[in-house]
């Protein structure tokens, strides 16, 4: 079932292609959200300047490179890719609409877009149209957290924070503001990219929850820390097959070798080439920062769609705290299938369900018939009277499952042992029962197709935990439909001890 309400967010981008498959990835996701705010934002990366020929003397990449002082960086004059990818999404839109609720009109999103504090890397000295827009959202009176969700640098955040301070910080109920600004605003950000958070927001507004969300897992050097049987989905085949020749957005999807370039001239981005050697592109004067050219058509990045894949409802329910886990990893190390400890592998073990979810969405982009391509399973917790649990309890774990194009579905439950506080694995108390009659239209023999199930197993809380300490349980289905998608519900446990 979805959430009751959408989460509100607010996305932040500079213009680099990452940002713009991110971003398409994200429109795929829109329904949902709540989109108040698409906001081109700088970053050491790329910054516009100030339109006035005033050279910058600060750092940012221009310097690593031993180039500067110059008056803009990596930013062309007329940048529009998120009005470009909104266009696109607007031609699929009735599709999209067809395979589920809630995708906001193409033109409200227009309407979103604004450009943020842009001039120079870490410039918060004045407003900007995404500045005031943000300090609205964070003055208004609507329920519910706004999620604050940047792949670039954090100052047009910083800007409408600190315009909020110099109007409202000699207040009388400036403190009781300060409080509920805390209570309500979180950002989700790919690292600190213009050093703002580090010398304003973190000394100003430390009451703000900070999530960081860089890994490498969605990023350029996603090869490295991917799982041996997931490297397929970053591949040419699977990439031309899957995403970049399924209709308007994964055309503008960006890949190896594809002859685009974000912007003229741009001496770290030879991403677009094909067929030349690094010997011979840096003799182009191409900065080869990535290393040798992977194979063309194949995957290049997504670097900050980590930053909203937590907010997802797909039952894991990871936006709840920075260190439950989801498919954009967490504040925390899981350990991999080798035993070893990474921050990585908490994102990169869901990457296979999460691409095989982002190719259904864009079939659903070009099939304007429900029945013309596959969905999710639906999952519901069956009653659990309680999730306070004692020493020595047994507790009853179920699911009830269905799948909307009834595809045979399989199902089972698993500890997320690095999610909860009780450090180590418990044993479930037998395997996991699956059963296929609970609601179907006729019994189902076993081994024969079941498009609705039942999964129950049941735990025994140990007699060494401590007060407080947490489990955390989650039901995994999954469907036998293309691409085969997988369905969540997570069970967290708490201990109450006499």
């Given at each position: 079932m979805a959430r009751e309400k959408k989460l509100r967010t607010v996305i932040m981008h500079d213009p680099e292609l990452d940002d713009v498959n991110t971003l398409i990835r994200y429109l795929l996701y829109s329904n949902e959200f709540e989109t108040e705010g698409l906001i081109y934002s700088s970053s050491q990366?790329?910054?516009?300047?100030?339109?006035?020929?005033?050279?910058?003397?600060?750092?940012?990449?221009?310097?690593?490179?031993?180039?500067?002082?110059?008056?803009?960086?990596?930013?062309?004059?007329?940048?529009?890719?998120?009005?470009?990818?909104?266009?696109?999404?607007?031609?699929?839109?009735?599709?999209?609409?067809?395979?589920?609720?809630?995708?906001?009109?193409?033109?409200?999103?227009?309407?979103?877009?604004f450009n943020g504090n842009v001039e120079f890397p870490g410039d918060i000295s004045k407003d900007s149209p995404g500045s005031k827009h943000i300090r609205e959202l964070i003055l208004d009176n609507k329920p519910g957290k706004l999620y604050l969700l940047t792949g670039a640098g954090q100052s047009t955040i910083a800007r409408a924070l600190k315009s909020i301070e110099e109007e409202y910080k000699d207040c009388q109920n400036w403190k009781d503001l300060y409080k509920k600004i805390g209570e309500k605003v979180i950002i989700q950000s790919?690292?600190?990219?213009?050093?703002?958070?580090?010398?304003?927001?973190?000394?100003?507004?430390?009451?703000?929850?900070?999530?960081?969300?860089?890994?490498?897992?969605?990023?350029?050097?996603?090869?490295?820390?991917?799982?041996?049987?997931?490297?397929?989905?970053?591949?040419?085949?699977?990439?031309?097959e899957h995403v970049s020749s399924v209709g308007p957005l994964g055309e503008l999807y960006m890949t190896w070798g594809d002859g685009k370039q974000m912007h003229k001239n741009d001496i770290a981005d030879y991403f677009g080439f094909s067929g030349l050697s690094?010997?011979?592109?840096?003799?182009?004067?191409?900065?080869?920062?990535?290393?040798?050219?992977?194979?063309?058509?194949?995957?290049?990045?997504?670097?900050?769609t980590?930053?909203?894949?937590?907010?997802?409802?797909n039952g894991l329910d990871a936006y709840i705290g920075a260190s439950y886990g989801g498919w954009g990893g967490r504040n925390g190390k899981d350990i991999d299938p080798n035993n070893i400890s990474s921050k990585d592998y908490s994102s990169a073990r869901w990457f296979g369900p999460a691409q095989c979810d982002f190719a259904a969405r864009l079939l659903?982009?070009?099939?304007?018939?429900?029945?013309?391509?596959?969905?999710?399973?639906?999952?519901?917790?069956?009653?659990?009277?309680?999730?306070?649990?004692?020493?020595?309890?047994?507790?009853?774990?179920?699911?009830?499952?269905k799948d909307p194009d009834g595809d045979h579905i399989k199902g089972?439950?698993?500890?997320?042992?690095?999610?909860?506080?009780?450090?180590?694995?418990?044993?479930?108390?037998?395997?996991?029962?699956?059963?296929?009659?609970?609601?179907?239209?006729?019994?189902?023999?076993?081994?024969?197709?079941?498009?609705?199930i039942e999964v129950i197993n049941h735990v025994k809380i140990p007699s060494d935990v401590e007060q407080g300490q947490t489990f955390h349980f989650i039901a995994e289905v999954k469907d036998y439909g293309y691409p085969q998608l997988r369905a969540y519900k997570r069970v967290v446990l708490t201990v109450l001890r006499d």
């Open positions: 990366f790329h910054w516009k300047g100030d339109g006035a020929g005033t050279l910058f003397e600060g750092d940012s990449e221009h310097s690593k490179y031993g180039i500067g002082p110059i008056a803009n960086w990596r930013w062309d004059d007329g940048v529009n890719f998120m009005e470009a990818a909104v266009d696109a999404y607007e031609k699929v839109y009735e599709n999209l609409k067809v395979h589920a609720e809630g995708y906001p009109d193409p033109q409200v999103l227009k309407q979103a877009i790919f690292g600190d990219q213009d050093g703002v958070y580090a010398t304003y927001i973190g000394i100003h507004w430390p009451n703000i929850e900070f999530r960081e969300m860089a890994t490498a897992t969605w990023g350029y050097f996603s090869r490295k820390v991917l799982q041996a049987e997931d490297q397929k989905y970053v591949s040419a085949a699977w990439t031309k690094v010997e011979q592109l840096n003799k182009m004067g191409y900065i080869t920062w990535y290393g040798e050219p992977e194979e063309k058509g194949s995957w290049i990045s997504e670097g900050d980590s930053m909203y894949m937590n907010l997802l409802d659903w982009s070009v099939t304007s018939d429900y029945q013309g391509t596959n969905h999710p399973p639906e999952i519901t917790l069956n009653d659990l009277e309680h999730r306070k649990v004692k020493p020595g309890e047994i507790v009853k774990l179920s699911i009830s499952a089972r439950w698993w500890q997320y042992v690095e999610a909860g506080s009780y450090p180590r694995k418990i044993d479930f108390i037998e395997e996991d029962q699956e059963k296929t009659s609970f609601s179907c239209d006729q019994v189902v023999e076993p081994g024969l197709k079941a498009d609705c």
